[in-house]
């Protein structure tokens, strides 16, 4: 499978799905502050802002209709695992921005809700690029086959 960023003498092989980001808070937030409309919105918020392994904060992507907005969004509180983010936000501290899978289960009970939903369309999962033309060690075309097996 050849991902758009991929020149033509690199091969790709896909290592997860793909993936989705979502705006999520709890109901509770939501009675209390209008849900935003646009990522703009935002910056009127409480949000829950992650911080990354580097240090900095993650600047919050969105994206509709070819139209790309990054948003380094307002908050009092920084935390830099996608599990306390989640519960923060069950607790109606604001709006986090999480992969979906941490917040399916709150979105299928109503502890969560999703906004900006139109905002947020799947991107493509990750891959292991390589070379075509140079030798590959073994034990990286041991893990490739390994990839490509569990991916079935």
Same mark, same amino acid.
Not at 26 to 43: G, M, R, S, V, W
Not at 76 to 86: K, P
């Given at each position: ?56 904060? #993650? ?42 899978? #941490? ?50």
């Amino acid at each position: 499978m050849q991902s758009r960023w991929q020149s033509p003498d690199m091969v790709a092989v896909r290592l997860g799905l793909d993936m989705r980001f979502l705006a999520v808070t709890a109901p509770e937030y939501l009675a209390i502050h209008p849900a935003p409309k646009t990522p703009d919105a935002l910056l009127q918020h409480q949000c829950i802002r992650q911080r990354l392994p580097s240090g900095k904060r #993650y600047r919050w992507e969105f994206l509709k209709r070819r139209q790309e907005v990054a948003i380094d969004v307002p908050g009092a509180l920084t935390l830099d695992n996608n599990q306390l983010i989640v519960e923060a936000a069950i607790d109606g501290l604001g709006i986090a921005y999480v992969p979906e899978p #941490y917040a399916r289960a709150a979105l299928n009970d109503g502890r969560l809700v999703a906004v900006l939903e139109d905002w947020c369309p799947p991107i493509p999962g990750l891959f292991l690029y390589f070379p075509r033309t140079r030798h590959m060690p073994t034990s990286l075309r041991a893990f490739i086959d390994m990839v490509r097996t569990v991916a079935g």
